[in-house]
């Protein structure tokens, strides 16, 4: 069990990561990329997520890390509403059920 939630926290971790990178992403000169502490936060919690990711997937079979790992879609939606404003539409809401519902079939089965 304690697997599982590490592998929630990875997913986080993951669509944090993305986050940062976004913010970075506003950038009008390399050298402002360069020096942007959103990257180098994104940069450190895309590598820890690897990290849980390969210590996982020495405990857990890499048919269920790699499929769960689609968990992290759903932080990011929530995560896009939340900072960026982003809608939710009614595909999107979709796409989220049928991702949540292969994550319950997968760990179920």
């Not at 990875?10 to 993305?18: D, E, L, R």
């Amino acid at each position: 069990m304690i697997y599982y939630l590490i592998l929630i926290g990875m997913t986080i971790m993951g669509s944090v990561a993305a986050l940062f990178l976004k913010k970075a992403s506003q950038f009008t000169c390399l050298k402002q990329l360069i020096l942007n502490i959103n990257l180098y936060i994104g940069g450190v919690l895309y590598f820890l997520s690897a990290l849980l990711n390969i210590y996982l997937l020495h405990f857990l079979e890499y048919s269920i890390v790699l499929p769960l790992t689609s968990i992290t879609y759903i932080w990011t939606m929530i995560l896009s509403y939340l900072v960026f404003k982003e809608k939710i539409t009614i595909k999107k809401i979709i796409g989220l059920a049928l991702i949540f519902a292969g994550v319950i079939l997968i760990t179920v089965l």
